[in-house]
């Protein structure tokens, strides 16, 4: 991608390009991981978590959303910057530096939690569909038809800029939260303030919050994808605002979800149990134009997220067998990675048009095992990071390695908390 940059050059007769210009376009050449993969951590499990939260804690645990947002800048920044240096990804990297079997069981602890979350993707979908009169059996055959149809029959190239446009539909949710007329005054204090009752349901919910935003997919797959879209170390800080602009943007849209459901349904104590429900209560409160941009934007996001999880377990499942994964590969070229991709997609679709299945049995112990997941995750990067063998002069250095510390402590905590009150 740093391919760009040879523009600067000025050919004899040609009007001369500006530095502004130059690195504008060099910006958009390497754009795409970060934006990417943070939007895709607002998925229908991630507007569900932020829409119970404002319902039923207003503003008061804003400042979760704030720490976890921090959160995932850091450790995208270093996926990122991982995939980049060792052009590896995650797990590939695991079963190298920890061995096989460290491997494997992250392999497929997260090829189970990505199922699930892929069956809440299409939970969304159906959800939404249904907001608007059309019946599950319709909008999921659909939307994974539409998905695998992207994936499977596009170039990277076009594939990104169909990621890009689907992204547009989240100034929904910030259209909805004017709507819906905040207190600002409240809003900033539960950003700035830290404060929350130490309650079973406060814990899960702070737990899935920061597990939902720093969501163990996300970092597997901005890793791979930066490897798949053939960055180089020239291209590492240009990447570092496509990351830092994509992780703003996540904290962003969950914000005014949260603000959303705060100055509606918690000012009028009307609880919810996932996002279609709160679309469905904002209609009397704040207007139809806003229960319908909610609607929305919850389609859009399953769609994105619908097409990223996926290639999240396909680029997993790959590195770990060694076999190619790239997008501009075809199905001859990289079977594996195509084929794992249409697998994910058809069970989880299958899993959503089973009457009777238990939907919300599945995103429960899905979240809980995402929550579980991310911790060794974060150890694991934490380890490479670290490792001058395999980063050289990208190796973390020791205030970072502190911060995070913090934060990997901060996230075991959360779950010794959230599974002491599992099993009490």
């Known amino acids: 991608m740093s391919e760009v940059k040879k523009t600067a050059t000025k050919r004899p007769g040609t009007p001369a390009i500006s530095?502004?210009?130059?690195?504008?376009?060099?910006?958009?050449s390497v754009m795409g991981p970060g934006?990417?993969?943070?939007?895709?951590?607002?998925?229908?499990?991630?507007?569900?978590?932020?829409?119970?939260?404002?319902?039923?804690?207003?503003?008061?645990?804003?400042?979760?959303?704030?720490?976890?947002?921090?959160?995932?800048?850091?450790?995208?920044?270093?996926?990122?910057?991982?995939?980049v240096v060792t052009r590896q990804g995650l797990i590939g990297l695991v079963r190298q530096k920890y061995g096989a079997r460290s491997g494997v069981l992250s392999a497929v602890a997260l090829i189970l939690a990505n199922i699930g979350t892929m069956t809440a993707e299409f939970a969304g979908i159906a959800a939404a569909g249904q907001l608007f009169g059309y019946s599950r059996y319709?909008?999921?055959?659909?939307?994974?038809?539409?998905?695998?149809?992207?994936?499977?029959?596009?170039?990277?190239?076009?594939?990104?800029?169909?990621?890009?446009?689907?992204?547009?539909v989240f100034l929904s949710y910030v259209i909805a939260g004017f709507l819906s007329h905040p207190d600002w005054g409240k809003a900033f204090h539960g950003m700035v303030v830290p404060s929350m009752p130490f309650t079973r349901d406060a814990v899960f919910i702070a737990t899935a919050t920061l597990g939902t935003t720093l969501a163990p997919w996300g970092l597997a797959f901005i890793q791979s994808y930066a490897v798949d879209k053939r960055l180089t170390r020239d291209d590492l800080k240009l990447l570092r605002v496509d990351v830092w602009t994509g992780s703003m943007l996540t904290g962003i849209i969950g914000f005014f979800v949260i603000i959303t459901c705060a100055a509606t349904l918690n000012k009028q104590h009307i609880s919810i149990q996932d996002a279609s429900d709160a679309a469905a209560a904002l209609k009397p409160l704040a207007g139809t134009l806003a229960k319908d941009l909610f609607a929305i934007g919850l389609i859009?996001?399953?769609?994105?997220?619908?097409?990223?999880?996926?290639?999240?377990?396909?680029?997993?499942?790959?590195?770990?067998?060694?076999?190619?994964?790239?997008?501009?590969?075809?199905?001859?070229?990289?079977?594996?990675?195509?084929?794992?991709?249409?697998?994910?997609?058809?069970?989880?679709?299958?899993?959503?048009?089973?009457?009777?299945?238990?939907?919300?049995?599945?995103l429960v112990l899905t979240q809980i095992?995402?929550?579980?997941?991310?911790?060794?995750?974060?150890?694991y990067m934490f380890g490479i990071s670290?490792?001058?063998r395999l980063m050289g002069e990208y190796v973390s250095s020791k205030t970072m390695r502190i911060i995070y510390g913090v934060i990997i402590a901060v996230v075991f905590v959360c779950v010794a908390c959230m599974l002491w009150f599992t099993v009490h």
């Open 138 to 168: 319709v909008t999921v055959p659909v939307a994974a038809l539409l998905v695998s149809f992207l994936v499977l029959r596009g170039s990277f190239t076009r594939v990104e800029k169909v990621f890009f446009l689907l992204s547009a």
């Open 369 to 379: 095992l995402n929550a579980v997941l991310l911790l060794p995750l974060l150890l």
């Open 35 to 83: 934006v990417i993969a943070g939007l895709s951590d607002d998925d229908p499990a991630g507007i569900t978590t932020y829409s119970v939260l404002g319902a039923k804690y207003g503003y008061q645990m804003l400042w979760v959303l704030v720490a976890s947002t921090v959160a995932l800048i850091l450790f995208q920044d270093l996926g990122a910057r991982i995939g």
């Open 300 to 362: 859009g996001a399953a769609l994105l997220a619908a097409s990223i999880l996926p290639l999240s377990t396909a680029y997993s499942v790959s590195d770990l067998t060694g076999r190619p994964a790239a997008l501009d590969d075809g199905p001859r070229e990289a079977p594996l990675f195509y084929g794992t991709f249409a697998a994910i997609t058809v069970l989880s679709a299958v899993l959503i048009l089973i009457p009777g299945a238990p939907l919300i049995t599945i």
């Open 19 to 28: 530095p502004r210009k130059i690195r504008l376009a060099a910006l958009l």
């Open 386 to 388: 670290r490792d001058k």
